[in-house]
């Protein structure tokens, strides 16, 4: 299987080129990629998504393109600059990418790409597979026009996978890193009342599921890439806690989340209860189903 990557160095793509044959990878600046992960890419080539479809050469002999690239919905208060930032990294740079692949000369079989489970909105208890209606926020209504941009690839010939990700888990970055300082002093607790749920899923579990979803011809559309087990948001806390051998009683009030954050903070107590069913469906099996388990990890990790 050749793959062509974008966000290749990124948190996730970082975790899922390792799985990978050699990879072409895509980015913007290609020198600083292959500084950053050149033991794991065959080349990289130069691509700025927001400027049109990527070279030609960057399809020869592909079978699968792996999109995972879009600016951090986490960086920064989502003033309107920023949102329209956040909607144009992920809408125009797929349906310049999915231009691309239509062009091409050798189309690849399959594109997988990146979504969020942003795409449900907050739906406190309900059970939320592939199946469920979206939600009716700015995260939803950029995961809808991103899916639409993916899914034109179908009338390519091409096999269009969403993966719905939820929170990625792992050492040196994403979510929990941002989170480890505050619990490391003491001082961390659950958001609010602690009941909204959190979908989330190891990043190494997340980078095996792409490559899933990339080599089973059955799975078609969406695709929730969460863990088996959400948990609500106290479960999570106490069991981080746990792992770092510290308290967890001081709840952060929406208010004071508000003021820090702006908009974003609507994101963090969203209670999103998300199943992968086309993934547990077709055999996958996270190999960190738990989530003490998988924090136990990725903290041993990170210590090592």
């Known amino acids: 299987m050749k793959a ?16 990978l044959d050699h990879p072409i990878l895509l980015s913007r600046n290609p020198e600083r990629a292959h500084r950053a992960v050149g033991g794991m890419i065959g080349r990289a080539l130069a691509w700025d998504p927001l400027d049109g479809p990527p070279p030609a050469e960057a399809f020869d002999g592909v079978d699968v393109v792996l999109h995972l690239a879009g600016e951090s919905v986490a960086e920064g208060r989502w003033t309107v600059a920023q949102k329209a930032k956040i909607r144009a990294s992920r809408v125009i740079g797929t349906r310049h990418l999915v231009e691309g692949i239509a062009r091409a000369s050798q189309r690849p079989r399959v594109l997988v790409s990146a979504s969020a489970v942003g795409y449900y909105g907050d739906r406190g208890d309900e059970e939320l597979t592939e199946r469920s ?10 995961c809808m026009a991103w899916e ?30 941002k989170m480890l300082t505050p619990f490391r002093l003491g001082v961390g607790g659950p958001l609010g009342n602690g009941r909204q749920w959190m979908p989330w899923i190891h990043v190494d579990d997340l980078a095996r599921l792409y490559v899933h979803a990339a080599t089973t011809e059955s799975i078609r559309g969406p695709m929730n890439a969460v863990a088996a087990e959400p948990v609500r948001n106290s479960e999570f806390t106490k069991a981080l806690a746990r792992a770092l051998h510290r308290p967890a009683f001081m709840p952060a009030p929406y208010l004071a989340l508000r003021l820090l954050f702006g908009e974003f903070a609507k994101v963090l107590f969203a209670s999103q209860r998300v199943i992968p069913k086309v ?9 960190y189903p738990e989530i003490a388990a998988a924090l136990g990890q990725i903290l041993s990790t990170a210590a090592a």
């Open 4 to 19: 062509l990557v974008t966000g290749g160095t990124g948190f996730v793509g970082r975790h899922l080129l390792p799985l």
């Open 279 to 287: 993934a547990l469906e077709t055999g996958f099996r996270c190999e």
């Open 148 to 177: 639409k941009e993916a899914f034109a690839a179908e009338e390519a010939g091409v096999r269009v996978v969403t993966a719905r990700t939820g929170i990625a888990l792992g050492a040196g970055g994403g979510a929990l890193a």
């Open 133 to 142: 209606s979206p939600g009716n926020d700015f995260l939803a209504e950029v």
